[in-house]
Structure formats: C-alpha cells, structure tokens
C-alpha cells in the first residue's frame, strides 16, 4: 500500500448511467485530488479535500458530478446520467499536507479510464 | 482561470540535453513550479519542484529567473526512457486552482 490506488482501472458504462469512481490515497495523506484528463489534454483540477471536506470543488463541471470523503482517507467521485462527454480519465492524488498553491508535492494513482457508450 | 503554456512537442536524441521552458505570466508571489513527467496510461509523477533562483535534484534542474514569469525544466543526457509528457504546474493562491498545462511531449531518439 504503498502508492495511491484507483478502482476501477477501467470502467464502460452506458449513458445515462450512474458511476462511483473510488481512490484510495497515501496512508496519513491529509489532502486528495481529483482530475479529469480527456486525450492529449493536461489533467484538469476538479476538487480537493483538506481532511473530509471539500475545500474546493470549483471544477466540478456540473451538478451530476459528486465527490465525498467520509472518514478522510478514502474519496468516491459520483458521475450520475453519465454523459459522453464523461469519457476521460480520471486521476486521484493525494499530498501529505495540503493546500493549492503547488508547494505540496501530488501523489497520483494510476487513473480510472471511463468511457460512456 | 491564469494559464501556464509550453511548447507542444519537442525531439531530441540519447545523451543530449533537454530543456522545456514554460510560461507564467500570473504567478502569484508565494506560488511553487512543479514539474510532472507523465507516461502512457500512468498518472503524473513529481520531477522538481522551485520558488525562485536554480534547483537541482538527481534527475533535473530547475531555472527561474527573478520575474518567475517563466520556468526552465532541464533534463541533462536524456535516455530512452524519458521519453514522456512533462507538465509545468503552478498553484495559484489567488485563483485556488492548480494549473497544469497542456504539456510537452518529449520524444528521446536513439
């Protein structure tokens, strides 16, 4: 356990459905990341968590996207009526301390690759 | 949302030295550059990371000058295997996002 971890690896889903995209961060990780990354972009900033809130979830691109971290470890991303544009890979990171500024350095996990149908 | 830019693409061959320069123009003043190198169906992985002046770890340097509008990621002899996407990212404290660019694709040729 050793690195952040992301489950599922891959995930196909039909539109319209509902996902739950799990990251498991770094043990003693105060911060966690998500990021979208569509084909040949850079990841794109969706939320972060300080502890168990939601510090910032101003990427979040709409209200179908959902994301929680009960117990400060574990985080779930919620995409509900899944959309094609959905498509992307998602990534989880996660920081010892926290913050944006850039100055704590992201653990990532390997990504969740959705892809919408 | 401020906005980093790199070159999109950049050639180079085994044993040279490689440097990807990207841009900042509204880093605020207690923001850090990081570097993330990237590779086919993995997540990001930490390079570097600089305030201001020359870093220097096992793997890069790191050069920015004193406007820090601007940052210079240095690969010296570059292998095969550094073949990858490199991504500046800047946290900017005023708009409370993390800014990766588009990234550099580096192709290292034997």
């Known amino acids: 356990g050793a690195g952040v971890s992301q489950t599922p690896s891959n995930k196909v889903t039909e539109k319209g459905k509902y996902v739950e995209l799990r990251c498991d961060p770094i043990s003693g990780h105060t911060a966690l990341y998500w990021y979208r990354q569509s084909l040949g972009q850079g990841p794109e900033f969706l939320i972060y968590f300080q502890g168990t809130g939601a510090a910032d979830d101003s990427g979040l691109p709409n209200d179908r996207f959902f994301a929680v971290r009960p117990e400060g470890s574990v985080s779930t991303l919620k995409i509900q009526r899944t959309e094609r544009g959905d498509s992307a890979v998602y990534l989880c990171?996660?920081?010892?301390?926290?913050?944006?500024?850039?100055?704590?350095?992201?653990?990532f996990g390997p990504g969740t690759r959705l892809l919408v149908l | 949302l401020a906005k980093t830019t790199q070159p999109i693409s950049m050639d180079s061959y085994e044993g040279q030295e490689v440097n990807i320069t990207c841009s900042h123009n509204?880093?605020?003043?207690?923001?850090?550059i990081t570097w993330y190198q990237q590779f086919p169906s993995q997540g990001p992985r930490f390079i570097i990371q600089g305030y201001k002046t020359k870093v220097t770890n096992e793997v890069a340097s790191l050069f920015i000058p004193a406007d820090r509008k601007s940052s210079t990621l240095s690969l010296p002899r570059v292998s095969l295997s550094d073949t990858a996407v490199y991504y500046c990212l800047v946290g900017l404290r005023n708009d409370y996002k993390l800014s990766f660019g588009a990234g550099t694709t580096v192709t290292v040729r034997a």
């Open positions: 509204n880093i605020a003043t207690n923001d850090y």
């Open positions: 990171a996660s920081s010892q301390g926290g913050g944006l500024t850039g100055e704590e350095t992201q653990y």
